[in-house]
């Protein structure tokens, strides 16, 4: 069963009537790939709060089975489904 990770940083400026703040969140993606289906899981950590989703993308039998495909799929619906996404 193949399991691929990364990490991806960014970084979000909050501006409102405190002034200007930096704040950095980290996103962690778990992606997982077994017999044609793709699960993601995605946890936001924003410094206060880990936010949890997941997702997943599964292979048209008629279709190619391109990994990078599923793994794009899943990714983006395991963001999606953090809260307040």
Request: aromatic fraction near 0%.
């Given at each position: 069963m193949?399991?691929?990770?990364?990490?991806?940083?960014?970084?979000?400026?909050r501006c409102g009537g405190h002034g200007d703040t930096d704040k950095e969140w980290t996103v962690g993606?778990?992606?997982?790939?077994?017999?044609?289906?793709?699960?993601?899981?995605?946890?936001?950590?924003?410094?206060?709060?880990?936010?949890t989703g997941r997702g997943a993308a599964h292979c048209n039998p008629q279709d190619v089975d391109i990994p990078q495909i599923g793994e794009e799929l899943a990714a983006g619906r395991a963001m999606r489904t953090c809260p307040g996404g």
């Open positions: 193949p399991r691929r990770r990364c990490a991806v940083r960014a970084r979000v400026r993606l778990q992606l997982v790939e077994e017999d044609g289906t793709t699960t993601a899981r995605a946890v936001l950590d924003t410094g206060t709060a880990t936010l």
